[in-house]
């Protein structure tokens, strides 16, 4: 009977250990690529305790969904399981896939993410839901990285194992390839620089962005590294999402607050203002020659920035000869605008 315990206890042990090793065979044919884009498409779903979905995650919940359902790998449910399979990789041999943990409170690992390359890496951030952050962050991330495993070697050859993203014909379920601004979407994305919302799903074309959500754009378009310590401004908490792209974009004079010191996060971007924060953003010389819009007097307060934005061949305008200053702009106008505006 002993005997038997023990047979029993070393074949359940085992059958522990099978599905990682199947599974991390299958990673062999999964890009890093693959597997990063995979994960990307989730970038703004909230940060939920527990969560292990697209509706949303906690850290180790996001680790488990895209390397199960981006290649196959099967892992632990908890940060601190995760950290006990793979093989040990020292930080100078991180590669794509590769799971860095982190020490955020207490003893040990309490905090994982995926490695994206260049000192990169994607997570369940607590209140910034899946976001990118550099794990040699000076601020934050740098001091409390513990190590990295390696579950999986991952090629160069794309995959066909990826699931769970529901299927369309265009880069989102809601932007097919017939819209007019899909190039320009598409080329945001693939540049980094604006993803989809609901999980990465969806673009929501008409959603107007916010002053919060534009600083994030410019900050990745420009290569500008984000400041995330406390903001001079009163309405944006020192634990507010955006906090270190409004830092960058207002130390860099892109975006300022007003006379009261707020910097208004959650207000809508209308095409006036875009004009004024593109001139800046991207030094727009004055025009040589002037665009006559009916609705824009020369005393405009933004009459230079938009004469600025038409010289340049960024907007043409309304069709009825317009310019509608105080029209708010959608996300599929300043996706076209603002990639204009870097080819």
């Given at each position: 009977m002993k005997l038997l315990k023990k047979t029993l206890v070393l074949l359940l042990a085992l059958t522990l250990l099978i599905p990682a090793t199947l599974d991390n065979n299958r990673a062999e044919a999964a890009s890093a690529s693959d597997m990063t884009n995979y994960a990307k498409r989730f970038l703004g779903t909230p940060y939920v305790y527990g969560g292990t979905s697209p509706s949303g995650f906690d850290c180790s919940g996001f680790v488990q969904y895209v390397m199960k359902n981006s290649a196959g790998i099967s892992l632990p449910r908890t940060t601190a399981t995760q950290y006990g399979v793979g093989t040990s990789v020292s930080k100078s041999n991180l590669q794509t896939g590769d799971l860095v943990f982190f020490n955020t409170f207490g003893s040990g690992v309490s905090h994982v993410g995926i490695y994206i390359g260049n000192s990169k890496f994607i997570h369940a951030h607590s209140y910034k839901g899946i976001n990118i952050d550099s794990i040699n962050d000076p601020y934050y991330w740098g001091s409390k990285y513990v190590g990295a495993k390696r579950v999986g070697s991952f090629g160069s050859t794309p995959t066909q194992t990826a699931q769970a993203a529901p299927s369309h014909s265009g880069?989102?379920?809601?932007?097919?390839?017939?819209?007019?601004?899909?190039?320009?979407?598409?080329?945001?994305?693939?540049?980094?620089?604006?993803?989809?919302?609901?999980?990465?799903?969806?673009?929501?074309?008409?959603?107007?962005?916010?002053?919060?959500?534009?600083?994030?754009?410019?900050?990745?378009?420009?290569?500008?590294?984000?400041?995330?310590?406390?903001t001079k401004f009163s309405d944006v908490p020192s634990d507010y999402w955006a906090r270190g792209a409004i830092n960058a974009v207002n130390k860099a004079g892109i975006i300022t607050g007003d006379q009261n010191g707020n910097f208004r996060p959650t207000e809508k971007l209308s095409r006036e203002h875009m004009a004024l924060i593109f001139t800046r953003a991207f030094d727009l010389k004055a025009a040589a020659s002037e665009t006559e819009f009916t609705d824009l007097p020369t005393d405009h307060y933004a009459y230079g920035a938009i004469q600025a934005l038409a010289?340049?061949?960024?907007?043409?305008?309304?069709?009825?000869?317009?310019?509608?200053p105080r029209e708010l702009v959608n996300r599929s106008q300043f996706a076209a605008f603002l990639t204009r505006t870097l080819k």
């Open positions: 880069i989102y379920a809601d932007i097919t390839k017939d819209f007019w601004a899909y190039d320009e979407i598409a080329y945001l994305k693939n540049q980094g620089i604006m993803y989809g919302k609901n999980g990465g799903t969806y673009f929501r074309p008409y959603e107007n962005p916010t002053r919060a959500e534009v600083a994030s754009y410019l900050v990745a378009a420009l290569g500008l590294e984000k400041i995330n310590t406390s010289a340049s061949g960024i907007t043409t305008g309304k069709e009825n000869g317009s310019f509608a």
